[in-house]
């Protein structure tokens, strides 16, 4: 099982970006899905997380701004991400708690976002 993470890129202050995070493998079923985000020099921060039945939760820094969103039959969770701020800036990495034999956590390569000022 992999999971990985699509999008990223610069983006000026207020702009907007999208990430996607799709699962591949062989699995029976995806529990939680989630996005975090390592700033350089800071320790990692939960950004949003959904859970199988649609219910999400945000970082206090990002309500309001970004949308946390999946596709069941993809297997893919999304990051829609709007008047994005410099303290924005990092790489962010997707998790996914999957089914296979057992249940485990898995995470994505991490995909850079980076916003100019």
């Known amino acids: 099982v992999q999971l990985q993470a699509f999008g990223g890129g610069l983006v000026q202050t207020g702009g907007s970006l999208n990430l996607s995070c799709a699962a591949s493998?062989?699995?029976?079923?995806?529990?939680?899905m989630a996005w975090y985000r390592r700033a350089p020099g800071k320790g990692r921060e939960l950004v949003a997380v959904i859970d199988s039945a649609g219910v999400t939760t945000y970082g206090d820094s990002v309500k309001g701004r970004f949308t946390i969103s999946r596709d069941n039959a993809k297997g893919t969770v999304y990051l829609e991400m709007t008047t994005l701020k410099p303290e924005d800036t990092g790489i962010y990495y997707c998790?996914?708690?999957?089914?296979?034999?057992?249940?485990?956590?898995?995470w994505g390569q991490g995909t850079q976002v980076t916003v100019s000022s």
């Open positions: 998790n996914a708690n999957l089914r296979s034999a057992s249940w485990n956590s898995y």
């Open positions: 493998g062989s699995f029976i079923a995806i529990h939680r």
